[in-house]
């Protein structure tokens, strides 16, 4: 039976645990034994990946974490090592240097750009460098694939694509639409906008917030809903303050009910300057929201603009904010660009598709080992 060793950052990522988790779940049948093992300490979510059949470990006590990951895989006989950012790209090239037989895939779910955080400039170099670092690189998208092909030093036949895919099923909860909005005081005509994820530079919740404010005269009527923690979060409760809409914003911090708050909300909003292929999208559409999304990443490849979602440019409030209105004005057409969203996303980004690419992909990289 292979062994694949996953090394990501920490348990807590709930985007990269996510996808592990559901690569586990839905490839058990397949007899691959899957190890788990984090470079730091955030022991979230450490249950979920024990309870769908991996391993855990951790690589951060005791020695060096290369040395660590390297004694893991000599210990438990690892076939193949799947690492998750370019942190763990850069540990497992540094564990694997003197195990030249053990293949090094790097699954790429964000490329860093200079704007995308503080200190971006060093992060966006050691990012670059770190896709040297391994076998095979997978970015969750087509469109960062045909990026990371044009970076120097990249081999074409080394970037494999595997888009992300969530569990439409798990997402699409419209029986708990009521009791949630009561457990948020969120009223039967309200008008919900929501985002989700991290409160970060590159979320440019900011945006978000400003043109929420354009359109609060004209609709008293709307709620703002914004789930996640990150270090902008003080700031931004503050902007709040300054653009009087305080009473419009509700900041809900870190929640494990996403499906729940989604089945409350009507449209999604995603304001980000960059992403990679979000999930938080692919989970809106999977819960029949309306998304409204900044044009970045892989955005074109989830949604067709006017048909199954709305796609702004980034950092532009006006143009989020017209987009916001079109829809909060147009039940009709909201509820159309919703539907479509949800086909779209059963059809083209199911967990099952996802699992089986990267299942194939381990066959295959296993294969040219042997040979």
Not at 28 to 49: C, K, M
Not at 59 to 82: M, P, T, W
Not at 182 to 204: C, Q, S, T
Request: include cysteine.
């Amino acid at each position: 039976m292979p062994r694949v060793l996953h090394v990501v950052h920490d348990f807590g990522d709930n985007s990269v645990t996510g996808i592990v988790c559901n690569i586990v779940q839905h490839r058990q049948s397949q007899r691959i034994e899957f190890h788990v093992g984090a470079v730091t300490s955030n022991d979230a979510r450490s249950v979920d990946l024990r309870e769908v059949g991996a391993e855990t470990a951790e690589f951060f006590q005791g020695n060096s974490i290369s040395k660590a990951i390297r004694n893991y895989v000599c210990e438990h006989n690892i076939d193949l090592v799947h690492s998750h950012s370019p942190r763990t790209a850069v540990l497992t090239y540094l564990a694997l240097r003197p195990l030249r037989h053990i293949p090094h895939i790097q699954t790429r779910h964000l490329l860093t750009t200079p704007g995308s955080r503080r200190f971006g400039i060093i992060y966006t170099v050691v990012d670059r460098i770190s896709l040297l670092m391994s076998d095979f690189v997978i970015p969750v998208s087509r469109t960062m694939g045909d990026q990371i092909r044009t970076l120097p030093g990249i081999k074409s036949q080394r970037v494999r694509p595997i888009q992300n895919g969530v569990d439409t099923l798990r997402f699409h909860v419209p029986e708990h639409r009521d009791a949630t909005r009561n457990e948020l005081g969120i009223g039967r005509e309200e008008a919900v906008l929501i985002f989700i994820g991290r409160i970060e530079v590159m979320k440019r919740i900011d945006v978000l917030l400003s043109a929420f404010a354009e359109l609060c005269p004209d609709f008293p009527q709307a709620r703002l809903l914004i789930a996640g923690n990150g270090s902008l979060m003080q700031k931004l409760v503050l902007m709040t303050d300054n653009l009087g809409i305080a009473n419009h914003v509700s900041w809900l911090g870190f929640r494990r009910d996403v499906p729940k708050l989604l089945a409350a909300s009507d449209i999604y909003v995603q304001p980000s300057s960059n992403e990679g292929l979000s999930l938080s999208i692919l989970e809106a559409m999977a819960a029949g929201n309306t998304i409204v999304s900044t044009d970045v990443g892989a955005a074109r490849e989830m949604l067709e603009h006017g048909t199954s979602g709305l796609i702004v440019p980034p950092n532009d409030t006006s143009a989020l904010s017209s987009a916001l209105r079109a829809v909060l004005s147009d039940k009709a057409k909201a509820a159309t660009l919703a539907q479509a969203a949800r086909e779209r996303v059963i059809n083209s980004f199911s967990i099952e598709k996802m699992a089986d690419a990267y299942h194939h992909l381990y066959q295959d990289v296993l294969h040219e080992q042997r040979k």
